[in-house]
């Protein structure tokens, strides 16, 4: 069992629909990550929230909207995605940003773009 | 792009024999850190290695870290089919940003 969940563990929708992804840890850590892995290849980062204010986007397309309502919880807004999206999203966390400690994975969520 | 190189790509052992993993960097670190996925889960971490460090153990893992090289190495000792998964090198570069930069991976198949 992880200490990062995550729902949905699988996920198809359409182009056009609007969906979320769901995070949680209840670790305490003040830094939580959104990544992106597709097949055979190794997770590539997308957001950084630390103390629940987002700190760091790596050019990410607006379609993805990252939400950090508390820190317990980490959201990802999904609209008007492409075929190309289709990947596992990952999340982690960590004990604070910039801290060399281990960042603890949940199992993702399966994403498939119709 | 991606900091990390790893070598070799994908590995094949039988359960008892050694299994050497190598990961090469470009720039300046803090840290070095190696994970495990197992098929279809999240990233589990195995071990963190600083930048004034040159070797740590865990169990059965023996870490490396050469930084005038630029480049680690994962030894996993006495092989368990249970290691079977993909192994990651990431380091987090020298402005403490938290960022992690992950190699390509190494597949490792432990044969029974």
């Known amino acids: 069992d992880t200490e990062v969940t995550q729902t949905p563990k699988h996920l198809v929708m359409g182009m056009t629909n609007k969906k979320s992804l769901k995070c949680e840890q209840h670790m305490g850590h003040r830094a939580m990550y959104w990544y992106k892995q597709k097949a055979k290849k190794p997770p590539e980062l997308m957001f950084v929230y630390s103390y629940e204010k987002l700190s760091i986007n790596e050019s990410v397309p607006s379609r993805f909207s990252p939400e950090c309502p508390n820190s317990s919880l980490l959201n990802l807004h999904l609209h008007a995605l492409q075929p190309e999206d289709s990947a596992l999203y990952l999340c982690?966390?960590?004990?604070?940003?910039?801290?060399?400690?281990?960042?603890?994975f949940g199992d993702g969520t399966r994403l498939s773009i119709l | 792009s991606q900091q990390g190189e790893e070598d070799p790509q994908a590995l094949s052992i039988q359960e008892g024999e050694n299994a050497t993993m190598n990961c090469s960097y470009k720039?300046?670190?803090?840290?070095l850190q190696w994970y495990r996925q197992n098929s279809g889960r999240g990233l589990v971490h195995l071990i963190l290695i600083r930048s004034n460090e040159r070797e740590k153990h865990s169990g059965r893992l023996r870490v490396t870290l050469d930084t005038s090289k630029k480049s680690s190495s994962l030894l996993i000792t006495a092989s368990r089919a249970a290691d079977t998964a993909s192994y990651f090198c990431?380091?987090?570069?020298?402005?403490?940003?938290?960022?992690?930069?992950f190699g390509q991976g190494t597949t490792l198949q432990v044969k029974p």
């Open positions: 990431a380091t987090d570069g020298a402005g403490n940003t938290g960022k992690l930069i």
């Open positions: 720039t300046s670190i803090n840290n």
């Open positions: 982690a966390s960590s004990q604070a940003q910039g801290v060399p400690r281990p960042q603890h």
